[in-house]
């Protein structure tokens, strides 16, 4: 198994532009959610999802959609980039075991929006 | 969910055990208490969970204190790859699987 990936590794943006981070999980997870984190700062939650067709918001959605068409994938996109979400953005995903299941973390991608 | 209070940094020698501390002092009857680690920028990897009772696992040991109020995590002996933040997590059983990281231990294990 690949586990958890996300592409790209490093993206650079100019404010105003849109683009797509990719996280994909082959383990066959239900729960799938986004993280930003910031320098020096604990991780944020910004979407989660519960099974394909179904999103929610985190802590710090605004800016932000997703949408869960299959089990594997879950794309995080930015409409409108600005400087505030310069940041390493973290995808994970959960085994569909209940309440006790443990995250698994993709290896981040981070973002600079000048 | 409910919040959870870490010191901000600590240090250990190598070779010796790391207890670190967390009080979660709202936390309710259906909420465990998770612990994950992130070494330098990676993701955050998961550590050891519980409820109530004390855990232990190939990494660490949970020490959770009857009121439940607080919590420990025990690395037994800590080597310069322990050095990391730790993050205590408390979450519920029920609704939204919504994981609350705060800003975590930084553990620096000194040779």
């Known amino acids: 198994n690949a586990g958890v990936t996300q592409t790209p590794k490093f993206q650079v943006l100019k404010t105003g532009q849109s683009m797509t981070l990719q996280c994909a999980q082959d383990?066959?997870?239900?729960?799938m959610s986004w993280y930003r984190q910031d320098p020096g700062m604990g991780l944020r939650l910004i979407h989660y999802s519960v099974g394909a067709g179904i999103t929610d918001q985190g802590e710090v959605p605004n800016g932000y959609n997703v949408s869960r068409s299959t089990t594997e994938d879950f794309p995080l996109r930015l409409l409108s980039a600005a400087p505030s979400q310069t940041s390493v953005y973290f995808c994970?995903?959960?085994?569909?075991?209940?309440?006790?299941?443990?995250?698994?973390f993709g290896p981040g991608t981070r973002l600079l929006v000048l | 969910d409910a919040k959870t209070t870490q010191p901000t940094s600590m240090d250990c020698a190598e070779g010796r055990a790391a207890n670190l501390p967390c009080n979660h002092s709202t936390i309710s009857g259906n909420e465990y208490v998770y612990w994950y680690r992130q070494i330098h920028s990676q993701g955050p990897q998961y550590i050891i969970h519980g409820l109530k009772n004390n855990e232990t696992n190939e990494m660490a040991s949970l020490i959770i204190t009857e009121d439940r109020k607080s919590s420990t995590l025990i690395l037994p002996h800590a080597t310069l790859r322990d050095t990391a933040v730790y993050y205590c997590i408390v979450r519920g059983t029920s609704g939204t699987y919504k994981y609350i990281f705060g800003t975590g231990t930084r553990l620096k294990v000194l040779a």
């Open positions: 994970a995903s959960s085994p569909p075991t209940g309440f006790q299941e443990t995250q698994y």
């Open positions: 383990m066959n997870h239900e729960y």
